[in-house]
């Protein structure tokens, strides 16, 4: 019975659904990255630095995004 649900394909919606918490997930941890660049280098009043860690962290996330994408066809 175990060899049966190990050979069994994951359900595409479920894929489907990880992959938005997934983006969320890598999003989060780039802007809190870019917010403390921006409290240690004192650049508080413009926040380069969380903008550069909200752009590098949208595109690792398109990127494994588009990859997991082409794992589901």
Same mark, same amino acid.
């Given at each position: #019975?175990?060899?049966?649900?190990?050979?069994k394909? @994951?359900? *595409?919606?479920?894929? =489907?659904?990880?992959?938005a %918490?997934?983006? #969320? !997930?890598? #999003? +989060? @941890? %780039?802007?809190? +990255?870019?917010? *403390? !660049?921006?409290?240690?280098?004192n650049?508080?009043?413009?926040?380069?630095?969380?903008?550069?860690?909200? =752009? @590098?962290? =949208?595109?690792?996330? +398109?990127?494994?995004?588009?990859k997991? =994408? *082409?794992?589901? *066809?």
């Open positions: #019975m175990s060899e049966e649900r190990k050979n394909p @994951v359900n *595409k919606y479920l894929q =489907l659904t990880s992959i %918490f997934q983006m #969320m !997930a890598i #999003m +989060l @941890v %780039f802007i809190w +990255l870019g917010r *403390k !660049a921006d409290e240690n280098w650049s508080s009043a413009t926040n380069y630095y969380t903008l550069l860690g909200t =752009l @590098v962290g =949208l595109g690792i996330s +398109l990127y494994l995004i588009l997991q =994408l *082409k794992n589901i *066809k």
